[in-house]
């Protein structure tokens, strides 16, 4: 199983979960998040220690998919829908994930997301 975390422009949630909807992903998590990238902005003193203070806020999406090719479906419908083209269209990230329980049926693995 694999965990896919993207983090997206606000503007872009809907167009991002009709597009999960079409390639039919069971399940997703979303946070109002705030960050930065590699522009990052710029810095203030803070009562003596040095902050940045330009998070900008970003949506994040988690889901988790039962296969390498179901990973690589749920990026490419991601990148495709948050895709403006221009700095802070977000980043996607996935992770090997070890366990999921389906808490109403104990069932464990792939079982608990299919
Ligand atoms: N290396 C990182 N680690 C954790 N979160 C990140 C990282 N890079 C970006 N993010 C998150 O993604 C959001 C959007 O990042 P952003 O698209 O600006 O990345 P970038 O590397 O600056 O690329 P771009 O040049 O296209 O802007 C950030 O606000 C932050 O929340
Ligand atoms: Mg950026």
Redesign the pocket.
Known sequence: MIKIEA??RKEKLEDIKEALSKIEVNGVTVYE???????KGYKELVRGTEVVIS??P?I?FEIIVSSQEWEAKTIKAIQEAAFTG??????I?SYDLRSVMRIRTKEIGTAAIN
């Open positions: 983090i997206v998040v705030v960050g930065h990238g590699k522009q998070m900008l970003k994040k221009n700095p802070g269209d977000g980043k990230f």
